[in-house]
């Protein structure tokens, strides 16, 4: 909070009526944070929004979540990793999404064809009428 300009050094500063106005939170609701004491998910939130501070940093440092919470694997997120850094092909980008097998060949088609022509084709409603039908 002093890196956002409260000066929280002491009760009489002045920092936490400032930032009980700026925040919208309380006077006592400031003093349970400040004072360790636990406090609301929506009381950091309304802190996160007020003061830009990001609310994973408020939530590690409340205890309320530790960056091990934060840290998941691309499993777990639901994400691929390309480690290499090369481009994935039409079949690995289907696979990933989840586009059914028997639907790979077909998007990987429209993935190669829409490259090919680009984004400047001017006929874009005869192509979306032709993926209709």
């Known amino acids: 909070m002093t890196d956002k300009g409260y000066d929280l050094s002491s009760e009489r500063s002045g920092g936490r009526a400032k930032l009980a106005r700026d ?36 939530l590690i440092r409340t205890g309320k979540a530790t960056e091990a919470d934060f840290s998941l694997s691309d499993e777990e997120f639901g994400q691929i990793g390309v480690q290499s850094g090369k481009r994935l092909t039409p079949e690995e980008v289907a696979a990933a999404a989840g586009v059914p097998e028997e639907d790979q060949a077909w998007f990987a088609t429209m993935v190669r064809r829409i490259r090919r022509r680009g984004t400047g084709d001017s006929d874009s409603a005869a192509g979306g009428a032709a993926a209709e039908g």
Not at 40 to 57: D, H
Request: neutral net charge; aromatic residues 2%.
């Open 23 to 58: 925040t919208g939170l309380s006077a006592s609701i400031i003093a349970r944070l400040m004072s360790g004491q636990q406090v609301s998910y929506e009381t950091l939130l309304a802190l996160a929004r007020s003061t830009g501070i990001p609310v994973m940093e408020l």
